[in-house]
């Protein structure tokens, strides 16, 4: 990435400027020292900024920089003279948002192991398979799992709540030195349709990763934000590392609550809020606060954004909502500004600077505009592949998405939905998502989701799940001719089946797999 765009971003952000001299030689310092992980992060804000707050949560925890880096190190030593844990080790973390996560994290990282972030919302059995599968030395968790990790493998040290105080309380003085080899974040894909699988995320090399985000999404130095996305999910974990390095106060809840976020969002006086899109949809079902919360950013991510919900969001709290499109896998793709959502709502946008994007055909050649492709991206922070060893297909440094989309003719982005969800119904290729879309501006329907069932005359048809507003009603037929009005006669779903509630996962994202079951 070239300098000037870099100093420029930087200087637009607030992160440029002047500050106490030895502040900021210890700031510089300790990234030299420690690299640009979580664990570096941390410091290099806890050097410039010690007495800033860094974490708020809702049980009354308000923790300083200063004092988040040391009841980290005080974990960090204790978990190593406690529990062995070392340099190559894997360290499961099963919490929800609070500061004890973070905490763990960076524990983790400052000793040289990985950090294996654990979906709250596996089964027991799921989370026994990821104990065996990424070999943990130990799980730490919130005292909600105590039962869930009850048949986890017999080695594996469980460290809970208490346990994890305990140790910090408890732990002998003593200094770190930066480890052998770096610590990584393992995130686990988010299982929709199967079990999870672990990614091993890169430790970013320099600004270039967080100056990419920042040019398009206009975060600064000192914000307040709000994260209300898991941050055992990319999205949530990303929004941390941006929010360190700007030397941000976080706030987190354990769970979200679309009133209780609203009434924090006001109390914490909250400049963004990083959240995932069923959490948007959510906030517009509850009345809005008066005055309106201080919001300058509202950025989301994790799943396509439903029909006509970008518009309905900015008509109530202004224009600041900015979509990124991306996955575990390649972190980000693209993202679409509040310019670009009003004028193309279901869009993804562009891709930031240092990105490179390319929609290929079957045979990986360039499609032309408006075409719908295979999607692959390039930038600085395209996972390692996964820990079973396995990774995803790569042309000239792009790296396959398994999504399909089209670029318009002003270059902005269109996710069709994923490749292993297009049907084939009658010989003619079907995108689910075109579908629920449409469905999703019914002023009747609350949310939507369509998927591909078997089908003797046609090979496979679409059926619609549809969860409607309270003491709302609609006919199935009628369902059925709206979408005949608009889009092909093979796009209309055979079967209309309404719902209390998609079933999503902890992330928001509508599980197929719970759909066909609930069909059958």
């Known amino acids: 990435m070239d300098l000037p765009f870099v100093v420029a971003t930087l200087t637009r952000r607030g992160l440029l400027t002047p500050g106490r001299p030895i502040r900021v030689a210890s700031q510089l310092g300790a990234l030299r020292k420690w690299g640009w992980s979580l664990a570096g992060e941390l410091r290099q804000a806890a050097a410039r900024d010690p007495d800033r707050a860094a974490v708020v949560d809702e049980r009354g925890a308000e923790l300083t920089y200063a004092e988040l880096l040391d009841r980290a190190e005080r974990l960090a030593r204790a978990t190593r003279?406690?529990?062995?844990?070392?340099?190559?080790?894997?360290?499961?973390?099963?919490?929800?948002?609070?500061?004890?996560?973070?905490?763990?994290?960076?524990?983790?990282?400052?000793?040289?192991?990985?950090?294996?972030?654990?979906?709250?919302?596996?089964?027991?059995?799921?989370?026994?398979?990821?104990?065996?599968?990424?070999?943990?030395?130990?799980?730490?968790?919130?005292?909600?799992f105590a039962e869930r990790?009850?048949?986890?493998?017999?080695?594996?040290?469980?460290?809970?709540?208490?346990?994890r105080e305990e140790l910090v309380a408890g732990a002998l003085p003593g200094e770190l030195r930066p480890p052998e080899r770096d610590g990584r974040i393992i995130v686990l894909t988010s299982g929709t349709t199967g079990a999870p699988k672990g990614a091993r995320r890169p430790t970013p090399h320099g600004f270039g990763p967080l100056v990419s985000i920042i040019d398009r999404i206009p975060l600064h130095t000192r914000d307040r934000v709000m994260i209300a996305a898991p941050l055992f999910h990319t999205w949530g974990y990303a929004a941390l590392q941006v929010a360190f390095a700007l030397r941000a106060t976080v706030v987190l809840h354990r769970r979200f609550d679309p009133a209780a976020t609203l009434a924090a969002l006001v109390e914490q006086r909250c400049d963004a809020l990083f959240a995932v899109p069923v959490?948007?949809?959510?906030?517009?079902?509850?009345?809005?606060?008066?005055?309106?919360?201080?919001?300058?950013?509202?950025?989301?991510s994790g799943s396509a954004l439903p029909g006509g919900l970008a518009p309905r969001f900015m008509d109530v709290y202004g224009d600041v909502l900015y979509n990124l499109y991306g996955s575990t896998e390649v972190s980000w793709a693209s993202?679409?500004?509040?310019?670009?959502?009003?004028?193309?709502?279901?869009?993804?946008?562009?891709?930031?600077?240092?990105?490179?994007?390319?929609?290929?055909?079957?045979?990986?050649?360039?499609?032309?505009?408006?075409?719908?492709?295979?999607?692959?991206?390039?930038?600085?922070?395209?996972?390692?592949?996964?820990?079973?060893?396995?990774?995803?297909?790569?042309?000239?440094?792009?790296?396959?998405?398994?999504?399909?989309?089209?670029?318009?003719?002003?270059?902005?982005?269109?996710?069709?939905?994923?490749?292993?969800?297009?049907?084939?119904?009658?010989?003619?290729n079907v995108f689910p998502s075109e579908v629920e879309d449409l469905l999703a501006r019914l002023p009747q329907v609350r949310e939507a989701a369509v998927i591909g069932v078997p089908d003797p005359e046609y090979g496979q048809r679409l059926a619609a799940f549809l969860a409607l507003h309270p003491g709302e009603t609609l006919d199935p037929e009628a369902v059925r001719e709206y979408v005949r009005h608009y889009l092909a006669r093979f796009s209309v779903p055979r079967d209309v089946v309404f719902v209390r509630y998609l079933p999503r996962n902890a992330t928001g994202k509508v599980l197929t797999r719970e759909l066909r079951r609930y069909y059958a």
């Open 81 to 144: 003279a406690a529990l062995g844990v070392q340099t190559g080790d894997r360290v499961g973390v099963l919490c929800r948002n609070h500061h004890g996560l973070i905490e763990t994290i960076v524990a983790a990282i400052l000793l040289g192991a990985d950090a294996v972030l654990v979906n709250t919302g596996l089964s027991a059995a799921q989370l026994a398979t990821v104990a065996e599968e990424q070999r943990l030395r130990v799980l730490v968790h919130d005292a909600e």
């Open 149 to 163: 990790i009850v048949g986890l493998p017999a080695e594996v040290h469980r460290l809970d709540e208490r346990g």
């Open 279 to 300: 959490m948007v949809q959510r906030l517009l079902e509850v009345p809005p606060p008066d005055p309106r919360p201080p919001l300058k950013v509202v950025a989301v």
């Open 335 to 428: 993202i679409a500004g509040p310019a670009d959502l009003r004028a193309a709502p279901t869009t993804a946008g562009r891709p930031p600077h240092g990105t490179r994007l390319a929609i290929l055909g079957a045979a990986g050649e360039p499609v032309p505009n408006g075409r719908v492709g295979r999607i692959f991206v390039g930038n600085e922070m395209l996972f390692e592949g996964y820990t079973s060893g396995a990774s995803r297909e790569r042309r000239d440094g792009l790296l396959d998405t398994g999504d399909l989309g089209r670029v318009n003719a002003d270059g902005l982005l269109f996710v069709d939905g994923r490749a292993d969800d297009m049907i084939v119904s009658g010989g003619e």
